[in-house]
């Protein structure tokens, strides 16, 4: 038995560990065989990360956005399992065009939900100061995930990038000031569930990076990441102005967007 499975929870005669996905983050994702729960196992130092994301499954899970909770929780010197409950819908990701444009105004409602959620009532911060010092490091140490850059930037030094960010921070430093709300993190397709019946969100999973931040976070890496997913530029901008109606936000700040958007892959790594 390795270490992986050492730290698996033993479950019912009849019920298995299945493997699910292996995340960005290289933890390993397994799915209950009976459908009931996820668990996800990190090794080494990324059991903290882990435990981090722990914590804000727990205390988001009773707003009522639907979001998972905490079945279990496993630490040992070599690593660390978190076991949550597991939602109904699919990835929206997985949906076609067609059907994501159906789902697209119950997603926005399911990210203003959280966005609602009283920014003083969350323990958790996620600053722009930090993020950009987080940026910094992950540039400094050589370790940008190229693939995670749009392809205009994949053959522009990965300093450079960062330079042309810091000369915009001090603009969005006083934006966020005014508008801190709990923000996902993470807010990516495969992170919003859709039933694929009604295609309606049922909720949002891997919270790992929620915290308060600028809303223009979630917002950005969720037009961002959709961008492969439709069909053609009239998609695209009918998704656009969706999401603004569905966010009550009557005009959208598109240097906001580009900003968030250039920013976030250089803070994985």
Known sequence: MNTIEQLLPRLPTGATWE??????????????SDGAAFAK????????????????????APYGIGSARVLDWR?????????????????????????????????A????????????????????SVMFDRAADVVARGAVNPEFLDPDQQDVPPPLLLERLHTDLPRRLAQEKQDLVVCHGD??????????Q??????????????????YVDLSLLLGNARDSWRDAQDARTAHALLFTQLGIDAP????????LRLDPLTWG
């Open 109 to 128: 409602q399911r990210l203003r939900a959280l966005h609602e959620i009283p920014s003083g009532e969350c323990p958790f911060a996620r600053p722009l």
């Open 187 to 196: 807010a990516c397709l495969p992170n919003f569930l859709v039933d694929p």
């Open 75 to 107: 630490v040992t010197t070599e690593g660390a399992c978190l076991v949550t409950t597991a939602l109904p819908g699919v990835p929206a990701s997985d949906l076609q065009a067609t059907e994501l444009l159906r789902a697209w105004p119950s997603m």
């Open 41 to 60: 196992v990190s090794l080494g130092a990324g059991a903290v990360s882990l435990d981090e994301e722990r914590h804000r499954t727990e205390w988001l």
């Open 19 to 32: 493997p699910a996905s292996e995340g960005e983050s290289g933890d390993a994702v397994f799915r209950r």
């Open 253 to 260: 700040d598109d240097g906001r967007l580009d900003f968030y």
């Open 198 to 215: 009604t295609l309606r969100c049922t909720g949002l999973i891997d919270v790992g990076r929620l915290g308060t931040a600028d809303r």
